[in-house]
């Protein structure tokens, strides 16, 4: 479920060219009760994963 303020994620109309773009960064990673691609349990490791990723929202 997204929670989005009221007024604050639409546009009201047609964006124009003058409009600047935002870019935002999404991963989703499912985290395999832990288990890295070596199958050694390891939240850390996830955990390292998913901050060098740069991502801004992440969904788990």
Same mark, same amino acid.
């Given at each position: 479920? =997204?929670? !989005?303020?009221l +007024?604050?994620? =639409? @546009? &009201?109309?047609? %964006? $124009?060219?003058? #409009? /600047?773009?935002?870019? %935002?960064? !999404?991963?989703?990673? &499912?985290?395999?009760?832990?288990?890295?691609? #070596?199958? !050694?349990? *390891? %939240? $850390?490791?996830?955990? /390292? !994963?998913? $901050? #060098? *990723? +740069? @991502? $801004?929202?992440? +969904? %788990?």
């Open positions: 479920m =997204f929670i !989005v303020p +007024g604050s994620a =639409f @546009a &009201n109309g047609p %964006l $124009e060219a003058s #409009d /600047k773009a935002i870019s %935002l960064k !999404v991963m989703s990673y &499912n985290i395999h009760h832990a288990a890295g691609i #070596d199958g !050694v349990l *390891s %939240l $850390e490791c996830i955990a /390292k !994963v998913i $901050e #060098d *990723s +740069g @991502a $801004e929202i992440i +969904g %788990l």
